[in-house]
């Protein structure tokens, strides 16, 4: 019998997840494709901008730069939230950085053409003497704007539906582990931009099959055998009991002793830490095709933090996260390798928490939006 190897040149990824193998490892660094994702995917999706503790009162705005585009949202003098592209009609300079709260005209630094709070263009300088000028045709767009658990995200996509039908059922399960969190403040930070695919940082996020050989101490804090994953249409979410006395962080027992990470499409999950009150954002959003900026922000829901939340944030920013990203620049450069096409996932039948069915969940809304490039 001739075994021979499978055509390296085969697309062997399945809608099933029990059959499928991974992606093709071009399109994690193919800059068609990417070019093509930009379109398809960031610019029809519901992208996160921040927290609504930002925006509450009038003029207050939020700056925010996702696949190539700046935007803003601001509270109006109606009170709405409204959202914006970040660049003035004139000649594309961008009307705020940052954020904090506008005056009630926003000026251009360049030119000085001015708009108000809901995007009208108030006063162009020597506009009255340029033949046919018409300031309602340089009005800013407007894009959707929604808001999740009290956290804002912007959609580029004018027929865009509403958080709550795309994430049905979303919201109420990221109650289950946090309440509140419209009421929270965004405290401590930390940025990686790192060498890899936006797609190799969501694969690793997805699964827990690496946990053990590459996360001691969280397989230590997590009590791997209560460990579970579940997949909606577009989200999916993974949970599991804490251990107080670990080698991640210690924490109190008889409180909340939950780990929780949800995840919306394409690029944002919600962290829930056990031993402490607040949550957690982990935001990534390519800036090239082998770039992705990621984005770890916690929110507290009280003055100041505890030192069990301090010393939860130091295990993400000087452990877990650095580990994560080893692993995924290591596995993008192994993406380029004449000896690697594609991988199988990893699914078993009890879904058990070595499963990989949320990295193919994510895999395949990749490819049911990319359907007409691949």
């Known amino acids: ?89 004139h000649r594309g300079h961008s009307l705020l950085s940052g954020k904090g709260r506008a005056k009630s005209l926003i000026v251009c630094p360049y030119h000085a053409w001015s708009y108000d709070r809901d995007g009208t263009l108030i006063a162009a300088n020597n506009c009255d003497h340029v033949a046919g000028f018409d300031k309602r045709e340089f009005d800013l767009p407007a894009l959707a704007v929604d808001t999740f658990a009290g956290f804002v995200f912007v959609n580029l996509d004018p027929d865009a539906r509403p958080m709550a039908e795309v994430y049905d059922g979303a919201e109420q399960a990221l109650k289950r582990f946090r309440t509140g969190t419209e009421n929270f403040t965004p405290d401590d930070s930390v940025q990686f931009d790192i060498q890899g695919n936006w797609k190799n940082v969501g694969d690793n996020l997805l699964e827990c099959y690496h946990c053990a050989p590459a996360h001691k101490a969280f397989v230590d804090l997590v009590d791997m055998k ?126 058990s928490e070595l499963s990989e069915h949320a990295l193919h969940h994510f895999q395949n809304l990749v490819m049911t939006e990319m359907a007409d490039y691949v």
């Open 1 to 89: 019998m001739d075994m021979k190897r499978p055509d390296p040149r085969a697309d062997r990824f399945s809608a099933v997840p029990d059959q499928s193998y991974t992606i093709a490892a071009r399109l994690y660094h193919d800059p068609d494709f990417y070019a093509d994702e930009q379109r398809d995917i960031f610019h029809r999706s519901w992208m996160f901008a921040g927290h609504i503790s930002d925006l509450r009162d009038a003029g207050d705005y939020i700056t925010a730069d996702f696949a190539g585009q700046r935007i803003y949202v601001i509270r109006s003098n109606d009170g709405t939230l409204k959202a914006f592209f970040n660049v003035c009609q």
């Open 226 to 351: 209560t460990y579970q994953v579940e997949t909606h249409k577009y989200w999916s979410v993974q949970y599991g009991t804490c251990r107080p006395q670990n080698s991640a962080y210690d924490f109190e027992a008889g409180g909340d002793e939950r780990f929780c990470t949800l995840y919306l499409w394409p690029g944002l999950a919600f962290t829930v830490f056990p031993g402490i009150d607040g949550i957690s954002t982990f935001s990534f959003v390519p800036t090239a095709p082998e770039v992705t900026r990621q984005d770890f922000t916690y929110y507290r829901p009280h003055a100041a933090c505890s030192e069990t939340e301090e010393k939860a944030f130091a295990y993400f920013r000087d452990v877990l996260g650095p580990e994560d990203v080893d692993l995924v620049e290591n596995v993008q450069r192994g993406l380029h390798s004449l000896g690697y096409h594609q991988g199988r996932i990893m699914v078993d039948a009890a879904r």
